[in-house]
Structure formats: C-alpha cells, structure tokens
C-alpha cells in the first residue's frame, strides 16, 4: 500500500495552498493598486517571486550590493500593513533587483536579486528582461509564482510554470 507508512495530511495541504493564495493576492492587489496612480518621476518596474525560499541565505541568487540587504534586519512580511507602501519605495532605479518572498509565512527573504534569465524566453513582443526572467524562473519547480509590474506603471503580468498566467492593463 503506497504511502501507508507516510500518510498525507490533506488538512495542511488545503491550509498551505489557502495561505499561499492569500499572499498571491496580497501582492497582486498591491501591483494593480501601484497601477491605478501616476507613477513617481523615478520609478522603476518590479518582479517578485513568491516561491519555496525559506530563510535568507539564498545561494543560488547573487545580490546587485553582493549581500542579501535584509540580513540582520526584523523580518518583513507581504501581510504587513505597509507592504503596499514598501513596494513604492522598491519601485526605484537604485534598487532594481528581484524582491524575494517565502511561501511559508510570506516573508520577504530578499531584495534587489538578480535572478537569472534566459533571453530566449517567449513573451508578448515588445516586453523586456524583467518579463523573461519572470518566464524563465517561474519554470523553477521552487518558484510558484514570479509577478511583473511594468516600467510605466499601466500593467502586472503573473507568469507560473514558464507561461502567463494573468495580465492585468491598466484602462487609459
């Protein structure tokens, strides 16, 4: 009898898969909310990932300062109340890097990654990196979803499994 000695707990399955749809729509949220705005004279596009990264050693990504920027600082969390409002402040040429969060308790474990990509990733024509780094990372069986706004402001794209999943557009 497969698993008799392991048995699944459905019960923790159906509260994780409820609590990472819950910080799905935290920062989805957060991004259109970003859209329906005008941008700050300075801003610059994001891309989180909202994945399996647990804790902030996180070697398989390099740092645009060459150390995780949280380290040593109270945690932070995508349920925190000032979430939307950190995510303007990331929204800034000097901290252009991926913004890392664990699916566990929806902690930010990292800022200003640079994740790798892949040029050759298929995206609507006219999209940029940030977009097919979103593509390719999500491929990633770590990676559950990789969420793009764009450089102006008027989109948010989510990509999971190396494909757009969701677009929102900003009405003009």
Partial sequence: MAGSH??????????????????????????????????PEHTHGLLILLGDYYGQDLPEFSYREGQNFLVGQEPRYVTDDDFPEFLYELADPSRD???????????????????E??????????????H?????????????????????WTAVRVYKT???????????
């Fill in 6 to 39: 392991n048995p699944v707990n459905l019960t923790k399955i159906l509260e994780a898969n409820k609590r990472i749809a819950h910080y799905e729509e935290i920062i989805l949220d957060a991004l259109v909310a970003m859209t329906k705005g005008s941008p």
């Fill in 117 to 130: 990509t892949d040029i050759n990733s298929e995206v609507e024509p006219g999209l940029g990196m940030r």
């Fill in 132 to 152: 097919k780094t979103a593509a390719h990372i999500s491929k990633n069986p770590r990676c559950i979803a990789a969420f793009v706004l764009n450089e102006t």
């Fill in 162 to 172: 190396g494909r757009q999943d969701f677009v929102y557009k900003k009405d003009r």
């Fill in 97 to 115: 890097g991926a913004v890392i969060v664990d699916r566990g308790a929806g902690q930010i474990a990292a800022l200003d990654v640079l994740v």
